[in-house]
């Protein structure tokens, strides 16, 4: 085999990694975050240490460990994870204030491969009934959460809480907003179960179309439909232009 023919194999295989990496799909999970928010349940630190180091043993791509601003004890608890699991990336939830943002960076820190993950609604109900705000301002605070994070690490995590239930052209706004402050993973929450997983694999799709920076998201759909809606966000038409990229 000749010099050439050599490069050009070790070519062909890292083009092949770079395409199987990027169709591949990414196990994230909220077992100890949103979990916990099942009727009935409670973990300790010891319980949640334990859990994580079974998912890490499972080989997923992300723990969500915790909303550190919660409580000490969540805090502490992410803390613990993200200083002894090993392999995953270890991710703490935070809203878009600082001091949410601030606790999520203080308790994951210490991971080999930390994560900030925040989030804001979208949805027209939750800004004018829960936030009790503006759309403008919801775009102001996504903007400054982001670049907060991003001042930490480089591993950011948005959301648009309530987005199956807002305005789609808006959220994919947010969306971008989102991106061009840093922001690496997006994730799509169906945060009361609003949607069939038809109608969520067309929302994302629409979002693919209109945000062209988009080359992935994250699933958190909910009200046991999770399977089935994430199965159809990969799915056609929803990937095409991921596996373009």
């Known amino acids: 085999m000749s010099t050439n023919d ?30 916990e928010q099942s009727p009935g349940i409670s973990l300790n630190k010891q319980e949640k240490l334990e859990i994580a180091h079974q998912l890490a043993r499972l080989n997923v791509d992300v723990i969500e460990a915790g909303f550190p601003i919660a409580s000490p004890g969540d805090f502490e608890s992410v803390e613990a994870i993200a200083r002894e699991v090993e392999g995953p990336i270890i991710c703490g939830l935070a809203r878009t204030s600082k001091l949410d943002i601030d606790a999520a960076w203080n308790a994951v820190k210490d991971s080999q491969r930390p994560r900030i993950h925040t989030f804001i609604s979208t949805s027209d109900i939750h800004i004018e009934h829960q936030l009790q705000t503006t759309r403008e301002d919801v775009e102001g605070q996504a903007r400054a959460a982001v670049a907060h994070a991003k001042a930490y690490l480089d591993d950011v995590e948005f959301s648009p809480m309530d987005a199956t239930r ?46 062209p920076a988009l080359r992935g998201v994250a699933c958190a759909p909910a009200r046991g439909r999770s399977s089935a809606q994430s199965t159809g966000s990969v799915s056609e038409p929803a990937t095409r232009r991921s596996r373009r990229s």
Not at 10 to 35: P, Y
Not at 194 to 205: G, K, S, V
């Open 6 to 35: 050599a490069g050009s194999d070790v070519n062909h295989v890292e083009m092949n990694k770079a395409r199987s990496e990027a169709g591949r799909v990414r196990i994230f999970d909220t077992t100890l975050r949103d979990g």
């Open 166 to 211: 807002a305005d789609v052209e808006y959220t994919a706004g947010v969306i971008q907003i989102a991106l061009d402050e840093g922001a690496t993973t997006i994730n799509i929450p169906d945060t009361v179960g609003y949607t069939m997983p038809h109608e969520y694999e067309a929302f994302i799709a629409r979002l693919y179309e209109l945000v």
